[in-house]
Structure formats: C-alpha cells, structure tokens
C-alpha cells in the first residue's frame, strides 16, 4: 500500500489543507466525521510551520475517534446523550499527540460508546457495504485519504475488523500500553487505545508516541518464525479469506520465513464467548449513569447489550475473568516457538449494510488475551472489497510484531 504521510519537506499548512480538500469533496459520500476543526487546524499547521521540528508527527493531520476527550472540541461518544459535550481537558492520548506536534483536524465518528449502534460512516471502498466498527470514522478517513493518521479504541475488534474492511493498517498494541485517561470506558479489562495508518512505518511513528517508546521502529524481522492459525473457527471465514490466509502463508514462506501451522490448546476455544460475556457484564457497570439517568437517550442496540450485561451473574463474570487470567498465564502454548501468528483479520469482506458493522469473531480472543495485533491489508476479494490478515504476538512483543509486519508487508506488497 503506497504511503500518504508526509515528509518534512512538506509544510504543515500544505497537509492541512490537501486534508481538508479531500475531505470537502468525500466527507458528503464517506460521512467519516462527526467534528471538524477546520479553522483551528490550519491556524495550528501556520504555528507548527515557524516552530522547531518536534519529530514525524510535527504538522502531521490527525483524526480522533470521538470517545476520546478534547478541551477544545466537542465529544459526543456517539450518542446524543451527550451532544455538545465539551470536556475541560484532553485524553491522555491526545496530549502527547499534540505535545509531539501532531494535528487534531477533528472527532471521526464512531459507533454510540464504541458498542454495537453503527453510525453514519459508510465504506470508502463502497458506500453500501459498513466501514466496520466501533473505529468506523477513522478506519475510513486514513482509508480515504481524508487524514494519513486516525486514533481508535478496540475492545472486541473495533481496530483489526474495520482496518480489514476498509484496507489499511491497524495496530492494537498490548493492553494497558497506551495510558486511557480521558477515554469513554466501555469494558474496563479490554479497552484498548489503537492507531490506523496507510503503512507499518507510519503506525510505528504514531505508536512511539503513545507508548512512550522513543526507540520503537518498523524495522524489518529478517525470517521471522511464523505460526499460521486459521483457529478453530475457520469455517466460519468466507472462502476468499481462507484462500487468502493459506496464499499468505506460502508467499511468506517462499519469501524466506518459517511457517508452520500452530493450533491452539483447547482451553482457548472459550475465549471466544467469554470475551462477549466479559464485555456485556462491564459495560454494563461502565454505563451506569446512562442507563439510569438517561434511559431513553440510549439506542435499542445500546439498551439490549446493557440488559444482557445486566444478567450476567457474578459468579459467572468471576469465572470468564479466572478463564482468561489461566489462558494469558499460559500462552506460551499458544505462540510455541514462533514471533508471531498469523490469522484472519475479519471474516471476509465487508458486509452489505451500514445497519451492522460486521462479527468481530476473529479479534475478541486477542483483546481477551491483551496481546498485541495489527491488520496488513492484502488483496481484494470476489466483491472488488478490501482483504486483510492479522499478525498477533505475545503480550508486551510490540517491537517484534511491529517488525515482522513490516517484512511480511515488504513481501507481500511485491
């Protein structure tokens, strides 16, 4: 995938403004953003230009999923709850994007609380078809050019599936690794701060950032050991994505890395339901004020989920949290002896519908698991839609899988 981030040659008010064109002729098709700060970006990129470099995010647009607070902007959470919502400081995450001379060019949308009620964002590849969630706005902006840098948050798959979907690269770093303060909570034990780009290099860049680790890059892993892992449920993948995972593993092979297939123990195959379990439960305690005080401003979608989170028992909660702390204990099993796995990164294309944005089946057990992932965009599928694979690696192995991606990108874009 051709990179769009630009070089230090490049002013920060050219970026603004290239950003903000595309944006004037897509965002009526793509509906990518729920705020833009126009005047207040470019204002900011004519500063950056007569300040000293502060790095690769100095005068670089960036988009921000709209459940991250911004002192100077409105955050909505995707519902009406709260519109016109002004918090009195910025998230975390935000702060450091801003201290290392990035951009905020806006909110992009995303789906109410980052759950399960789509909004208005549709696919840049096909405006029928769901950019994914709950990172809709920002997978679509970088997809569509609108910004080469997005923030998003990932508790089941809100980060790898609508990557897949729309065709770029996703990154959800190890659980806890970016700090959370000023992110709308929805799942306690899963949210996760994650970054889309258009190439592993630029994801890198963002991601140095926001973990802190000024030393981090995308160099590439000379023959990587790679397990492929098509889990337990790959029946349920479309064709496309399974012709695609076993196309990967043989160009990655051939490329020079040891492939080998790597199953997972058993006792992971209940992941998969836990993860569900785990996250109606806690969002549910999450949206306390919500359900409480402002029943009738939640959407239907927001309403079922907190009802069945509601009927989570806590011994059953007690139980799904034991499960997973066993399975983290003991994923060693899991990775064997390879850098990384490789699997699916949705189950296919992205669907037909904006009602929906797609099953995020093949991202909950890494969330669960607190590892980190990223999503390679690689091919299309029957529709003409986007195709991509995932990379995942042991908890805190960021450095390493960061560097497989980039060699597995550098092969399979040849």
């Given at each position: ?163 897949a979907f729309c ?36 994801v890198a860049a963002?991601?140095?950032v926001l973990c ?203």
């Amino acid at each position: 995938m051709a990179s769009r981030f630009p070089g230090p040659e490049q002013s920060a008010l050219t970026r603004v403004e290239a950003c903000l064109a595309r944006i004037a002729e897509r965002e009526v098709r793509v509906g990518a953003f729920a705020h833009l700060a126009a005047d207040a970006a470019l204002a900011l990129a004519a500063r950056r230009d007569r300040e000293e470099r502060r790095g690769p995010l100095h005068g670089v647009p960036i988009a921000i999923k709209d459940v991250f607070d911004t002192e100077d902007m409105p955050t909505a959470y995707g519902s009406p709850i709260y519109a016109g919502h002004r918090p009195v400081a910025d998230a975390a995450a935000v702060a450091l994007l801003r201290a290392a001379g990035a951009i905020v060019l806006g909110k992009s949308v995303t789906t109410e609380f980052a759950g399960w009620k789509a909004g208005r964002t549709t696919n840049p590849h096909d405006p029928a078809r769901t950019p994914g969630g709950s990172s809709s706005g920002s997978a679509a902006a970088v997809a569509d050019g609108m910004v080469p840098l997005a923030l998003g948050t990932q508790t089941g798959g809100s980060v790898i599936r609508p990557a897949a979907f729309c065709g770029v690269v996703g990154f959800k770093p190890s659980f806890g690794l970016v700090p959370r303060a000023g992110v709308k909570t929805l799942a306690d034990s899963l949210d996760t701060v994650g970054v889309f780009a258009r190439s592993v290099p630029e994801v890198a860049a963002l991601a140095r950032v926001l973990c802190g680790e000024p030393t981090w890059g995308a160099d590439a892993l000379a023959r990587p050991r790679i397990g492929l892992h098509p889990t337990v449920h790959a029946d349920r993948a479309e064709g496309a994505a399974r012709d695609l995972l076993h196309d990967v593993g043989g160009r990655l092979a051939r490329a020079g890395a040891v492939v080998r297939d790597q199953a997972a123990p058993a006792e992971f195959d209940a992941l998969y339901s836990l993860q569900r379990t785990i996250e109606n439960a806690e969002g549910a305690r999450a949206l306390a004020h919500e359900w409480h005080a402002h029943r009738d401003g939640l959407s239907a979608e927001q309403r079922a989920a907190i009802t069945d989170g509601l009927a989570v028992t806590p011994d059953a909660y007690r139980a799904a949290q034991i499960h997973a702390e066993t399975c983290r204990a003991g994923a060693e099993r899991l990775f064997g002896d390879h850098d990384v796995l490789v699997t699916f990164g949705a189950l296919g294309e992205a669907p037909v519908g904006l009602a929906d944005t797609g099953d995020n089946l093949f991202n909950r057990i890494w969330t669960l698991l607190h590892v980190p992932c990223v999503t390679l965009p690689v091919g299309r599928g029957p529709n003409g839609m986007p195709l991509g694979v995932q990379l995942v690696a042991r908890r805190h192995d960021d450095r390493r899988l960061l560097g497989v991606a980039q060699w597995s990108a550098q092969v399979l874009e040849a």
